[in-house]
């Protein structure tokens, strides 16, 4: 356990060496262009590779007010997925292309040489946070529903509530896909809920990464009669670069294969850190013992061809408003993105974030479960 211990430590410092060169990389280029916007374009190579370094700290913007660091600004802006709520866009989409066949599913997670423990207590030092809109200007808010806009698209949020497709109950074949681009991540381990680590915060085994909080998902909607499709492959195992293109050539497979699929839900956590080490954890507070979630929705900013972002937007934007009538902040502001995130896809997809790494499992069950009993009133009446 030690050696793995040194090891893990030793990939840590290696990712931020690499982050911290990628950031002198960037300061030098700005002031040799003299035009950050022509500088961040051209770090977009650079970004990617800092993305996949810095997996476990994707992140976002604390709400305490506190000034970021350079450093601070550099992991927060690593996450392919939301590249924290910082004033410049600097990421690029992910991989989409697919490949020429559907992926074989992941092997079974191997015994541990090491006899994991049967309880553990969560660490201390994890900060909670409840996330909520900010001051920055990409905030539009109407009544309790806030979106984070990342584009330069005008958006009105009545509007995108009033033209949202309905989501319906009943009828031939499955309603609902849940599937995982990155099936592997998992949270930090409490009680019972101990895994063996197939990378950091990590792991192949289903009871305990993102797969876990699909089922627990599915049963929600299986117990008022919606017919669900969980998809379980580790789409990110074992080339976490290809997750995408993966899970993309399984969703085509399963809309091909049942029409009748209404909503296409893209499970994952967050994570997010600070650059001494700090973890943060998001909390809801009007429940008990539970994370927040958040949707994450892309658009055709970059110019990839994602003709219906906008229903999609709408659909993700209604279920906002949903979330926000019920339970207050169970739900972070939503974000709209530049990339697509193969929502082009389907019109009724949306990625959705549960957690982060610093939450429990159970924490992120409780906000899986909330968020899929919301769904089922809208689809119910």
């Known amino acids: 356990?030690?050696?793995?211990?040194?090891?893990?430590?030793?990939?840590?410092?290696?990712?931020?060496?690499?982050?911290?060169?990628?950031?002198?990389?960037?300061?030098?280029?700005?002031?040799?262009?003299?035009?950050?916007?022509?500088?961040?374009?051209?770090?977009a190579g650079s970004a990617r590779l800092a993305t996949a370094l810095l997996a476990i700290e994707l992140?976002?913007?604390?709400?305490?007010?506190?000034?970021?660091?350079?450093?601070?600004?550099l992991v927060l802006a690593q996450s392919s997925l939301l590249g924290g709520l910082l004033p410049e866009e600097s990421l690029t989409a992910p991989p989409e292309s697919t490949p020429s066949q559907l992926p074989s599913p992941a092997p079974a997670p191997s015994a541990s040489a090491d006899p994991l423990p049967a309880v553990t207590q969560e660490p201390e030092g994890i900060l909670p946070r409840t996330m909520v809109a900010g001051t920055s200007a990409k905030y539009i808010t109407s009544g309790n529903v806030s979106i984070y806009n990342h584009t330069d698209y005008l958006l009105n949020i009545e509007e995108l509530i009033s033209s949202a497709p309905k989501l319906t109950a009943g009828g031939d074949g499955?309603?609902?896909?849940?599937?995982?681009?990155?099936?592997?991540?998992?949270?930090?381990?409490?009680?019972?809920?101990?895994?063996?680590?197939?990378?950091?915060?990590?792991?192949?085994?289903?009871?305990?990464?993102?797969?876990?909080?699909?089922?627990?998902?599915?049963?929600?909607?299986?117990?008022?009669?919606?017919?669900?499709?969980?998809?379980?492959?580790?789409?990110?195992?074992?080339?976490?670069?290809?997750?995408?293109?993966?899970?993309?050539?399984?969703?085509?497979?399963?809309?091909?294969?049942?029409?009748?699929?209404?909503?296409?839900?893209?499970?994952?956590?967050?994570?997010?850190?600070?650059?001494?080490?700090?973890?943060?954890?998001?909390?809801?507070?009007?429940?008990?013992?539970?994370?927040q979630v958040m949707m994450v929705m892309g658009s055709d900013a970059m110019g990839q061809e994602h003709p219906n972002w906008k229903v999609n937007l709408s659909l993700a934007t209604s279920i906002q408003k949903a979330l926000a009538d019920k339970w207050s902040t169970l739900a972070r502001p939503l974000v709209l993105r530049t990339s697509r995130f193969n929502q082009h896809q389907s019109t009724g997809e949306i990625l959705l974030e549960v957690g982060t790494h610093g939450n429990t499992l159970q924490e992120a069950i409780t906000a899986a479960r909330l968020f899929a009993r919301t769904v089922v009133d809208m689809m119910t009446g």
């Not at 793995?4 to 430590?9: D, L, V, Y």
């Not at 911290?20 to 960037?26: E, H, P, T």
């Open 1 to 43: 356990m030690r050696k793995k211990r040194t090891s893990r430590q030793f990939l840590r410092w290696l990712r931020r060496s690499a982050a911290l060169f990628v950031a002198a990389a960037a300061l030098w280029l700005i002031w040799l262009t003299g035009d950050p916007a022509q500088a961040l374009t051209g770090l």
């Open 174 to 291: 499955p309603q609902v896909l849940i599937f995982h681009s990155h099936a592997t991540e998992a949270y930090t381990p409490a009680g019972t809920d101990v895994y063996e680590e197939s990378d950091s915060y990590r792991t192949l085994n289903t009871q305990q990464n993102m797969v876990r909080v699909g089922t627990e998902m599915a049963k929600i909607f299986e117990d008022a009669g919606i017919e669900v499709i969980h998809d379980e492959t580790l789409y990110d195992y074992p080339s976490y670069n290809e997750a995408y293109n993966r899970s993309s050539q399984g969703v085509a497979h399963w809309l091909e294969e049942y029409p009748s699929i209404q909503l296409v839900l893209d499970v994952h956590r967050d994570a997010l850190a600070a650059s001494d080490g700090t973890i943060y954890k998001t909390v809801a507070g009007t429940v008990d013992d539970c994370a």
């Open 59 to 73: 992140g976002t913007t604390p709400q305490d007010g506190t000034q970021l660091s350079g450093w601070d600004r």
